[in-house]
């Protein structure tokens, strides 16, 4: 069975698994461990640990269980003061944590309660901060912070060095694909590309490197970007010509959605700019690849995760514009 491993945190990664574990294929899915937000945030500082919201999130999506499970593992405690507005996915976790000490004990343990196909790693175990200066360079603490700033980024870097999990570079080295999902780039996929060991990892794998890019850009974070431009800024991390493949949409949205997206969260569609991609030496699958669901425009799980499931079998076709 092919192995793929996939990079990323939170809806996007969330979203492209949905539809990934519906296919015959051996996943492991890294999660970033940076999230400093909300119930989240409360419990890094309560119990001093890393990160559970987007980890427990993956989880989830990775399992087979039926959808009351799922919506109880979504239960929050909005009424209690006690309970913080905390999801139960994230107190059980965190319960795990202190029984088990560690990630890799733990999620063992939950993957069996939520008979989850596949494999979800944290990137590390460290509790750590990510952080970023401004274009104007103002210094920037957590993920929430950093994802709140309209400002530009000039650069993204983790509070202390972290160690990465061992099981990580393990996935990577017998990967037959490795992705970066799609998501914020900053607080989503550049946290993975902060260590020269994982870097290194990366690059040596005998897999090939693919992006599945945005549907839409991001204030403060890839403004005015089109597609190139999200892996150029992947390259300043990883290294110049690291990317082979890129999945992305190649029609343009009509909606008054589009235009809500546009003129309330200064948010427009990531174009694709294939002449530009072709340049580069990328090999391009593009097609339609959003839907609307609960009035949010979002990737079509189903059909990017055919699109990578037939690339991963057949290998690159001669038309880069397929």
Partial sequence: MKKIVIFGGGSGLSQLLKGL???????????????????????????????????????????????????????????????????LKNLILTALLDLKGNFSNAIPTFEKLLDIKGKVLPLTEDNVD?????????????EAQITKS??????????????????????????????????????????????????????NSKGKIMYVSNLFTQPGETDDFK???????????????????????????????????SKKEQKDQVLLDIDELIKMKKYVIQDRLFKIEDNVYRHDSLKVAYLIFAYLMEGEKNDLHN
């Avoid at 919506?71 to 003061?81: G, I, P, Q, V, W």
């Avoid at 990510?130 to 103002?138: F, I, N, Q, S, W």
Wanted: charged share 25%; glycine share 4%; net charge positive.
């Fill in 21 to 87: 574990k519906l296919f015959p294929i051996d996943i492991t899915a890294i999660v970033s461990m940076s999230d400093n937000g909300k119930s989240t945030g409360r419990l890094r500082k309560e119990y001093n640990i890393p990160a559970v919201g987007d980890i427990s999130k993956v989880l989830l999506e990775m399992s087979n269980c039926d959808s009351e499970i799922k919506d109880l593992m979504n239960y929050r405690f909005e009424k209690s003061k006690t309970l913080g507005n905390h999801s």
């Fill in 130 to 142: 990510l952080m970023a200066y401004t274009v104007d360079g103002k210094k920037l603490v957590g």
């Fill in 150 to 203: 309209a400002k530009a980024k000039e650069r993204i870097f983790y509070s202390k060095e972290i160690e990465i999990n061992p099981k990580v570079i393990e996935a990577v080295k017998k990967a037959d694909l490795i992705i970066f999902s799609c998501g914020s780039l900053m607080t989503s996929i550049i946290p993975h590309l902060l260590n020269k060991k994982l870097n290194n990892a990366i690059l």
């Fill in 227 to 261: 597609v190139s431009d999200h892996i150029k800024l992947i390259e300043k991390y990883l290294g110049k010509n690291s990317i082979d493949v890129v999945v992305a949409n190649n029609i343009k949205m009509n909606s008054t959605l589009v235009k809500k997206y």
